[in-house]
């Protein structure tokens, strides 16, 4: 049985197209993927995150817990910054990935995947050390992302300047947006310029309404998940169950920035080491030839089998073919011509830079 | 929803005009090309492949997904619409328009539905 969002009904009074996804009934599109996907590169788009999760983390031991829990190293973080991490298990998979935000020495919101909460949970609560307390409050918590060059007017509108954050993962707490209580953040997962915001569930569709409105003139427009999608894959952002799993460890997967082993200590961290050197690593695929390369296709050079897709699909900004994959790391090279198996047809790619689509300055 | 009257469909919303008694045209319907949304890329068969009713001769696809497009009839691609190859949204804006393949030698194995069938159809689906 799923479960709506708060904002359900203004998705479907908006002419959202409702789909089940991680146990909620959410939009995958409203106008059209391609047109969402392009408003929120060229102007500014709307999304509903609000089947996210989020715990919250403190005590005395909070910090030693986030520590111990997620592989970044959390250590030197101030208030009112976003930190992003994978989770592993004792054999270094991973078991999510989240961004951690640091409300006190003592406090730390976590946001994590709608797919993932129960079990994040669960295992977060198995692993607590010291003096700490977990405290799921998903079901407290309404989500929006407001994503585009234009996200930054639109707040403008109906906030003070003082309520917006001006650097890239750092957040503002109490702030007053159309008149409700939220958390502003500068984070989001569409590659663009924007904001999530966090409030309580009552105020989440008067939200809703206000955005929309103060965004009409600048062009903003609801977004689904099949644009967060495209938006986050041309981004080449990671997505869970594709680019990362419980058998993949963030080292094999280009997440090396937020691993730190030189912390002394952290779950998965033996694991990590014991498997060496990475001997597969994460790439950026173009297609060359004509078709779409999706997710779970193989990667072949020659005879032989190299690797295999993660995502991919049409990236409508930058009107071509684009995947991601899991390949051997002595085939790797940028310009490495590959072959991957859509459908029993062979199509040609090149091994491509990451990220696809960098936003302009 | 726009359903041409001297056309025959499929129930896989394909339609399919007779050009004489063993040639025929296909094509997708509106109803399919509003479902599918807007279509990115299309993977037609090549001339003189042996087409068998019922089965996929190809496939068209929207940024999320890949629809298998049904041959209606058996016989052998006579043609295929080259345009769509590089400008397969036409296949939205002109669904009726923008014929996908032509087949000659043309076996009926079933029963074509007409426009008033494949109306009544589509109600049913919705």
Known sequence: ?361 | MNIPSNLKYTKSHEWVDFVNETTVRIGLTDFAQDSLGGLVFVNLPEEGDRLSAGESLGDVESVKAVSDIYAPVTGIVSAINEELLDTPEKINEEPYGAWLVEVSEVFLEEELLNADQYEAFCKEEE
């Open chain 1, 1 to 361: 049985m799923e479960q709506k969002t708060p904002l359900y009904d203004c998705h479907v009074s908006g002419g959202g197209k409702i789909v089940p996804f991680a146990g909620y009934l959410m939009p995958v599109q409203y106008s059209g993927v391609i047109e969402e996907h392009m408003a929120v590169r060229k102007q500014a788009g709307l999304f509903d995150v609000s089947h996210m999760g989020e715990v919250i983390i403190s005590g005395p031991d909070a910090l030693k817990n986030v520590n111990w829990l997620f592989t970044n190293d959390f250590t030197n973080m101030t208030d009112g910054r976003v930190r992003y991490s994978p989770m592993c298990n004792e054999e270094g998979g991973i078991v999510d990935d989240l961004i951690v935000y640091r409300m006190a020495a003592e406090r730390y919101f976590v946001v994590i995947n709608a797919s993932n909460r129960q079990k994040d949970v669960e295992w977060m609560k198995a692993h607590l050390i010291g003096d700490v307390s977990l405290e799921d409050i998903s079901g407290e918590v309404a989500q929006i992302a407001l994503q585009g060059p234009y996200s930054g007017d639109i707040l403008r509108k109906l906030t003070k300047e003082e309520n917006i954050p001006s650097k890239y993962y750092t957040f503002l707490d109490h702030c007053r947006v159309a008149g409700v209580e939220c958390l502003v953040s500068q984070t989001g997962y569409t590659g663009e310029y924007g904001y999530e915001l966090y409030c309580a569930p009552k105020d989440a569709v008067a939200l809703w309404a206000a955005l929309l409105e103060a965004g009409k003139e600048s062009g903003l427009i609801p977004c689904g998940l099949g644009a967060r999608d495209t938006l986050r894959l041309e981004a080449a952002m990671p997505l869970y169950g594709h680019e990362m799993d419980d058998s993949i460890s963030p080292l094999e997967t280009g997440l090396n920035f937020a691993v730190k082993m030189g912390k002394e200590d952290f779950i998965g961290k033996k694991g990590i080491e014991s498997r060496g050197e990475p001997k597969k690593v994460r790439v950026g695929l173009k297609a060359v030839g004509r078709g779409i390369i999706r997710e779970h296709q193989m990667v072949h050079m020659g005879e032989k089998t190299i690797g295999i897709t993660t995502s991919g699909t049409h990236c409508p900004y930058l009107g071509g073919a684009y995947a991601m994959a899991l390949v051997d790391i002595e085939h790797s090279a940028i310009g490495t011509l590959v072959e991957v198996d859509v459908r029993g047809r062979r199509v040609t790619a090149a091994i491509t830079v990451l990220p696809f689509y960098k936003k302009g300055k």
